[in-house]
């Protein structure tokens, strides 16, 4: 196992994300205990020793499954990460009762590690409300040394992420990202690793393999990766690329059985950061996969001042473009619900003036009448 230096820790490079773990006949909410309790034996014999897990994972079982596994070893052998869920904001004035509740689930007396849930445009303004109290809460249990290190993951945009860091960078200590070779230039990864690094905060990764998506290329995706590297999975190309990066410490894993466990231990036995040419190979294979799914705007925004309805079509258009290669998901929802409805792509009235001065000629109505009906 690779380790990683934060602070006066040393880290496991591969972390085992609890929001996929095993089920019973497919139901979501009923974890495969006796199937967690193996792989997260096979995983601390192995080295792993981060974990990492929240409030919503499995309808709420996966606290109490990742608890039950892990109390069967010392308490000094493991890192456990839990999550404030501010994605639900009915929850935004229950951090003392959810945090609480949590540490009973897990079976113990105090987080490692202690994420804010999900910074994004929908919850933000919420976050940074002192009214609920969180961080001033927060703090108080990290004083206490119920939370050993204080950070957040963040789905939102660069404006999201900026508008957080400010308001409370200074005692964050990590932030968890969404980061992976497509989402690199696809989601503005590479810009928010910059600003991160400005604050000297250090990059823990979720969604290594973009659901899935980077496990499963298609022959001719995979041709150029085995050409340069034979001998390598194509699941490892994308851990491989998160090991080039110097400011990620942990990559999280959401294994979903034995099997992903061995495969992906076997690939963190050993550190190969990629090559520039390999690295500019596996950039090049992820914009090449985003490319069908996406309008090429360049956001130079004259449509938006020819708008009648004063949409922000350049944002609409980063959603749009992100919902159709994810085929569904939550982002642009997510991101959408902090938008008024007058505002959303439902509003386009489809008359065709933003495209009139469209210098990549996009068809901008025609794009938002489908995002409207990938939404129903």
């Known amino acids: 196992m690779i380790y990683k230096a934060f602070q006066d820790l040393k880290l496991s490079a591969l972390g085992m994300g609890c929001m996929r773990l095993p089920v019973v006949d497919g139901k979501d909410d ?38 039950k596994a892990l109390v069967a070893y010392p308490r000094e052998s493991f890192y456990l990460a839990d999550k404030f869920p501010g994605y639900d ?19 113990v007396e105090y987080f490692d590690f202690y994420l804010f849930h999900n910074v994004c445009e929908m919850n933000i303004d919420a976050y940074l409300d002192p009214k609920y109290g969180i961080l001033d809460y927060l703090l108080e249990q990290k004083k206490n040394g119920r939370i050993k290190h204080l950070g957040f ?39 928010k690793v910059e600003l991160l ?59 979903s059985d034995l099997e992903q466990t061995k495969a992906n231990l076997e690939t963190f036995s050993t550190e190969a950061p990629l090559s520039d040419m390999e690295w500019e190979a596996v950039l090049a294979l992820g914009r090449r996969m985003t490319g069908p799914a996406a309008l090429a705007c360049t956001a130079c925004r004259y449509c938006v001042s020819h708008c009648p309805q004063g949409l922000d079509i350049p944002d609409l258009l980063a959603l749009y473009n992100e919902h159709r290669f994810t085929g569904g998901g939550f982002i642009a929802p997510m ?42």
Request: charged fraction near 20%; proline fraction near 5%.
């Open 30 to 67: 009923q974890v495969n205990q006796a199937a967690v309790e193996e792989m997260v034996a096979y995983a601390m014999s192995h080295g792993v020793n981060y974990y990492d897990t929240a409030w919503g994972y499995h309808s709420g079982n996966s606290e109490l499954a990742i608890g």
């Open 89 to 107: 904001l009915s929850n935004m004035d229950k951090v003392a009762e959810i945090f609480e509740a949590q540490l009973k689930k897990c079976q």
């Open 153 to 191: 993951s963040c789905h939102g945009a660069m404006p999201v992420l900026k508008r957080f860091l400010e308001a409370y960078g200074a005692h964050m200590e990590f932030c968890q990202l969404q980061l992976n070779y497509v989402d690199w230039t696809f989601q503005g990864c590479k810009e």
């Open 197 to 255: 690094e400005e604050y000297h905060i250090p990059v823990w990764v979720m969604e290594p393999l973009r659901g899935g998506r980077l496990a499963r290329l298609t022959e001719g995706e995979g041709a150029v990766l085995k050409e340069l590297r034979p001998q390598e999975s194509i699941p490892a190309w994308a851990f491989r690329f998160l090991q080039t990066i110097p400011s990620v410490v942990v990559t999280l894993s959401g294994m």
């Open 335 to 376: 991101a959408l619900s902090a938008i008024p409805k007058e505002k959303q792509p439902s509003a386009c009235i489809g008359c065709r003036s933003c495209e009139a001065v469209c210098p990549q000629q996009l068809k901008i109505s025609e794009a938002m009448a489908d995002f409207t009906a990938r939404l129903k």
